[in-house]
């Protein structure tokens, strides 16, 4: 009598046995990914477990994608840069905007600022360089989005997209923050209360537009019909 034991089920054969089961009853793919996400399954072990499945039916692995990593590291690249570059042009407007306010409205108790001058022309050399090759980047990756659908679930864009949104979170609490503690103090001026807003319309519009941009679905694709004209 063998006293072998069959090895403990791990979670994903569970998951990969569910999967079987609900498919051999009728249960669309799409229904039981769905399910299994709203129950609470992470989305990378759901799509793991059907990878599986389907290795399981077809009797060979799924392909490897031809330059995987080398394309993750282009998109990685691109996404750094072009999340860097967007941070030197908005730092470059949000200053110009501050050099406004001083002159517009002056501290008489400070009027020390530098030189104006200088300070004009290098926020204005960053602007000219960094808005274009931020415009180029962002052009180039939604190319990519638009043609490979599967980008759009890319940890490199969700990893790299979140922790931008994640500094401008915490730049826009700041302002709040030095907002309320001027105004708690009775120390709030016209010429800081500006500049804060300053900040926070920058600010607001990055979260507003990359809050937006990440939960963008892929556009669906019309399958062409053999034989339609």
Known sequence: ???DLPPPPDSRSELVQFILLARDRGTSDEFISRLLRDY??????????????????????????????????????????????????????????????????????????????????????????AYPVYLGLMRQINYDL?????????????????????????IAIGAVIAFLTSFLRGELTLRFLLKVLVVLVLDGGVLWYYFDWIRRKPAPKR??????G
């Open 146 to 170: 638009a043609a490979h659908c599967e980008k759009h679930f890319s940890e490199v864009r969700k990893v790299l997209t979140y922790l931008t949104l994640l500094i401008a979170t915490i």
């Open 40 to 129: 609470g399954w992470p989305s990378r072990e759901v799509e793991r477990a059907f990878f599986e499945v389907y290795e399981g039916l077809l009797g060979r692995p799924i392909p490897t994608p031809r330059g995987g990593s080398g394309e993750l590291a282009r998109d990685a690249f691109f996404y750094l840069l072009a999340f860097v570059t967007l941070g030197i042009w908005l730092q470059a407007l949000g200053e110009m905007a501050f050099i406004f306010i001083n002159h517009l409205i002056p501290d008489s108790l400070n009027n020390y600022y530098g030189d104006p001058s200088w300070q004009v022309a290098f926020a204005l050399a960053r602007l000219i360089v």
């Open 1 to 3: 009598m063998s006293t």
């Open 223 to 228: 399958l062409r019909v053999q034989g339609e």
